[in-house]
């Protein structure tokens, strides 16, 4: 009897053969071209550059990804804190909402200077920006989360007594799970652009100090080895994500 391959393992094995595809057809078509480092560097050059400083990228990368996690963290609770507070107050949503809208629609890129002149260059700057750019989707999420309760359920539990933070916390929490881990799979990669973004504006380490470098001094090769280290983390948050949904939500 011939074994069949697991449909997941399948589909990763499918997802790193396209990937090494990509890699391999990037790879010619820049030796087939002839296209100058400095335009466009071949993946295997790429590569070159991060086995050369592996500490230097590594510490950068440490950098970023904390200040990815902590604006991710912020966001998140913001996000969920918020719209736990607008269903226990419905008449507090429009304004709220409103507000939020504004933050979300004002250029992340306009704030960041701004808030490296007020906080310096630490780390709080990103970690600002990475939380207003996760906490919008997260509040959205939660809060269309709440709303799918049916009214039936509600009417149920009122009958029997119980009082809106009961009905929250038994029913409508439950419901928002799923919603809320949509939300993560799609911010928890953006934390990280939310994180490089702030650096560009000025700071002291991180991968987007290294992408500011290399594009100024024209070093591709150290510029792209950044992308790859931002891709590779963008596509483990997400992939942890998933895991920890399927562990939490096995009663779906």
Same mark, same amino acid.
Do not use: C
């Given at each position: 009897m011939i074994e069949k391959t697991p449909p997941d393992r399948a589909s990763n094995l499918?997802?790193?053969l396209l990937i090494l595809a990509a890699l391999?057809?990037?790879?010619?078509s820049v %030796?087939?071209?002839?296209?100058p480092v400095y335009l466009l560097p071949a993946p295997s050059r790429v590569l070159w550059t991060l086995a050369r400083q592996p500490l230097y990228y590594l510490q950068a990368s440490g950098v970023t990804l904390l200040e990815a996690f902590a604006g991710l963290l912020l966001g998140a609770m913001f996000g969920m804190g918020l719209a736990i507070l607008l269903n226990l107050a419905p008449?507090?949503?429009?304004?709220?909402?409103?507000?939020?809208?504004?933050i979300k629609s004002t250029p992340l890129a306009a704030i960041a200077p701004l808030l490296t002149i007020w906080f310096g260059f630490g780390m709080l700057p990103k970690v600002i920006i990475t939380a207003l750019l996760t906490f919008f989707p997260t509040l959205v999420n939660v809060l269309v989360g709440f709303q799918s309760a049916?009214?039936?359920?509600?009417?149920?539990?009122?009958? %029997?007594?119980?009082?809106?933070?009961?009905?929250?916390? %038994?029913?409508?929490?439950?419901?928002?799970l799923p919603y809320l881990f949509a939300a993560l799979r799609v911010v928890a990669p953006l934390s990280l652009i939310g994180a490089v973004v702030a650096e560009w504006s000025g700071a002291s380490g991180g991968l987007g100090r290294i992408m500011w470098l290399?594009?100024?001094?024209?070093?591709?090769?150290?510029?792209?080895?950044?992308?790859f280290i931002l891709s590779a983390c963008g596509m483990i948050a997400y992939l942890l994500i998933v895991a920890i949904e399927q562990r939490l939500l096995r009663w779906r």
């Open positions: 499918l997802a790193v391999l057809l990037w790879e010619a %030796h087939l071209t002839g296209t008449r507090l949503e429009r304004g709220m909402m409103s507000l939020a809208i504004l049916e009214r039936e359920l509600i009417d149920l539990m009122y009958v %029997h007594r119980a009082t809106r933070w009961q009905v929250l916390r %038994h029913l409508k929490l439950y419901l928002a290399a594009y100024a001094n024209l070093n591709l090769p150290a510029m792209f080895a950044a992308i």
